[in-house]
């Protein structure tokens, strides 16, 4: 039997994170294994222990895009080996999607081939958000021309398309990095895009532009084969602005500006966040990083994860659990002995945010111009949109924009006289200014529509339940955005632990011996905003259940019940209600 017929990347990827075991009490026998290398290359050596690690040290993941393009590209998808299609394609932003028809229940219980289409999902990388109306268009071009006009925000700042064939990569590519764009490293056990404030270099209350920090990272490290094969995945976060707008909490590494009192504006250093089905929230080092040491930092600390990261379970193989083991002291220790040249000075923390960081509405920026953040329904737009608002900004002659951490959209280098004309333009391409604070508040991941992993439909359901809110929560002053994030499955790629009220997929008994899409919910988490001092993970209730046609239902009931219940003499917030009423309150 082959490499190829043995390993099955995608089904390892959607194992459950178990939880770390407690220390054995002393004196108690080890149980059978308990011994067994964690596959530290510092440690155990970079002897392979599974078939993943195989593979990897066999044949990178940067090596498949030539047989894409010499092999698979003519000679289509059937004559792509097994473990180039299910482990490093993802190198290059393509995974196989889910074919159509395959209901939830088969999600769990189907090999991965049967549950793939002959397409691709394609992740266009864009570090910091940072997009040029030229790169819009072709995103947009390809999308309708290669992609059914597909076109999916992420809610980490990239742009995914659909329906792609492998026929058509090598074109995509050649179109994509013409304008400067790429998919490289886009997915894969690589570090993934580099969030980035939305409004780098251009809001009046920003401590400073993390631009300049962002692309020295891209271009040393993103694509360099020593850094190309990491235990899993490696997310990070730069931001310069105050209101901390990178959700820098869920992040393998994140830096968050602030101000040393002798040492001026730097960063705050963050590691080891990340949620899926365990999370993590990720934890201060009390190190300041001024912005001439943060490539090496960040260095730093994706070279730990290489080196010290677990290897042998992939289910454990995330910097969150080095981090949990170690704890931040240790981190920090190692971080400077062994990978920078010298150790970093103690830094303080950065106060609670006193805006909202996603940067939806009009904005002034600090050149007098002003930006516009825009809220599409969850993420979902299309290629067509994507032109037609490329054509939007030329016309008022503004050249850039931003995509965001929270799937939506910023406009920059709007003049006073045409910001209404904007907004009016947004409003009909479907992309609202001032939206609803349900709208704005609500983001939701790929679902059972495209995802191999889902197990319900999100984006749909999502957008249905919006548009009821709207009407049903009209003459109800809302204190602040209710955040509504609707995941298809238990991965939490649309982070269910950090909203008010999170939805995680799963199918429930409908009554009569069978089953109806519904979501188990997580109420009263967030991450650092306005609303709350710091990150804290959302109250499970036992046995708290919906279903998906029973969900404007339900979060009408709780927002009506928040309303008349919450104190308002302390502006109490919807997490905080929540997590001081009796059980039977949120029901």
């Known amino acids: 039997m082959t490499l190829s017929e043995t390993v099955r990347p995608d089904r390892a990827d959607s194992r459950p994170e178990r939880p770390a075991r407690p220390a054995r009490a002393e004196g108690r026998p080890a149980r059978p294994g308990a011994n067994r290398p964690n596959g530290q290359w510092k440690v155990d050596g970079t002897e392979p222990l599974n078939a993943n690690e195989q593979w990897k040290q066999e044949d990178g993941g940067l090596a498949v895009r030539e047989r894409i393009e010499t092999i698979y590209a003519k000679g289509g998808f059937s004559s792509i080996d097994g473990t180039d299609l299910h482990g490093r394609f993802r190198w290059w932003g393509l995974y196989t999607q889910r074919k159509p028809g395959i209901d939830g229940g088969k999600t769990a219980t189907l090999e991965p081939h049967e549950l793939e289409d002959e397409f691709f999902m394609l992740r266009v990388r864009i570090d910091g958000g940072q997009l040029t109306t030229g790169q819009l268009r072709v995103i947009g071009e390809i999308s309708t021309e290669f992609a059914r006009d597909t076109a999916d925000l992420t809610d980490r700042q990239n742009i995914q398309l659909h329906w792609i064939r492998v026929e058509d990569v090598p074109e995509i590519w050649r179109r994509l990095e013409n304008v400067g764009l790429s998919t490289t490293e886009a997915c894969g056990d690589v570090p993934r895009v580099i969030l980035g404030s939305p409004v780098a270099g251009i809001a009046a209350d920003e401590l400073i532009d993390p631009t300049p920090q962002i692309f020295e990272i891209q271009e040393r490290y993103i694509g360099d084969p020593e850094l190309a094969n990491l235990p899993r995945k490696f997310k990070s976060a730069i931001t310069g602005h105050p209101s901390q707008d990178v959700v820098h909490e869920i992040n393998d590494v994140a830096f968050v500006a602030v101000e040393h009192p002798e040492l001026?504006?730097?960063?705050?250093?963050?590691?080891?966040?990340?949620?899926?089905?365990?999370?993590?929230?990720?934890?201060?080092?009390?190190?300041?990083?001024?912005?001439?040491?943060?490539?090496?930092?960040?260095?730093?600390?994706?070279?730990?994860?290489?080196?010290?990261?677990?290897?042998?379970?992939?289910?454990?193989?995330?910097?969150?659990?080095?981090?949990?083991?170690?704890?931040?002291?240790?981190?920090?220790?190692?971080?400077?002995?062994?990978?920078?040249?010298?150790?970093?000075?103690?830094?303080?923390?950065?106060?609670?945010?006193?805006?909202?960081?996603?940067?939806?509405?009009?904005?002034?920026?600090?050149?007098?111009?002003?930006?516009?953040?825009?809220?599409?329904?969850?993420?979902?737009?299309?290629?067509?949109?994507?032109?037609?608002?490329?054509?939007?900004?030329?016309?008022?002659?503004?050249?850039?924009?931003?995509?965001?951490?929270?799937?939506?959209?910023?406009?920059?280098?709007?003049?006073?006289?045409?910001?209404?004309?904007?907004?009016?333009?947004?409003?009909?391409?479907?992309?609202?200014?001032?939206?609803?604070?349900?709208?704005?508040?609500?983001?939701?991941?790929?679902?059972?529509?495209?995802?191999?992993?889902?197990?319900?439909?999100?984006?749909?359901?999502?957008?249905?339940?919006?548009?009821?809110?709207?009407?049903?929560?009209?003459?109800?002053?809302?204190?602040?955005?209710?955040?509504?994030?609707?995941?298809?499955?238990?991965?939490?790629?649309?982070?269910?632990?950090?909203?008010?009220?999170?939805?995680?997929?799963?199918?429930?008994?409908?009554?009569?011996?069978?089953?109806?899409?519904?979501?188990?919910?997580?109420?009263?988490?967030?991450?650092?905003?306005t609303t709350r001092e710091e990150a804290g993970t959302g109250r499970t209730v036992r046995g708290l259940k919906v279903t998906a046609d029973g969900l404007a239902d339900y979060v009408e009931k709780v927002v009506v019940r928040f309303i008349e219940q919450r104190d308002a003499s302390t502006d109490e917030t919807f997490a905080e209600w929540a997590h001081r009423v009796d059980e039977e309150e949120l029901r």
């Open 264 to 529: 001026g504006i730097g960063y705050d250093l963050w590691v080891g966040g990340g949620l899926s089905t365990n999370a993590h929230l990720a934890v201060r080092l009390g190190a300041f990083v001024t912005p001439d040491r943060v490539a090496e930092v960040w260095l730093g600390v994706t070279s730990i994860f290489r080196d010290y990261g677990y290897r042998r379970l992939r289910n454990r193989a995330r910097l969150k659990y080095l981090v949990a083991d170690w704890g931040a002291e240790k981190f920090r220790q190692v971080l400077e002995t062994e990978y920078l040249e010298t150790p970093l000075p103690d830094g303080p923390a950065a106060p609670k945010p006193l805006t909202q960081g996603d940067h939806v509405g009009v904005h002034r920026q600090h050149d007098g111009r002003f930006y516009i953040g825009a809220t599409p329904f969850v993420g979902r737009i299309s290629g067509t949109v994507l032109t037609r608002l490329a054509d939007l900004l030329d016309e008022v002659g503004s050249g850039r924009l931003r995509t965001t951490p929270h799937q939506k959209i910023v406009l920059l280098d709007i003049e006073e006289r045409d910001v209404e004309r904007v907004v009016a333009g947004l409003d009909e391409l479907g992309l609202q200014a001032r939206p609803s604070l349900i709208r704005r508040g609500t983001i939701a991941c790929t679902g059972i529509e495209f995802c191999k992993l889902a197990i319900v439909e999100t984006k749909q359901t999502a957008t249905d339940a919006v548009l009821a809110l709207e009407e049903r929560l009209a003459g109800i002053d809302l204190p602040h955005p209710i955040s509504l994030h609707v995941n298809g499955c238990p991965n939490s790629c649309a982070r269910i632990q950090t909203a008010d009220i999170g939805l995680k997929g799963q199918l429930l008994p409908d009554g009569d011996g069978g089953q109806t899409p519904g979501f188990q919910v997580h109420l009263g988490g967030g991450l650092a905003s």
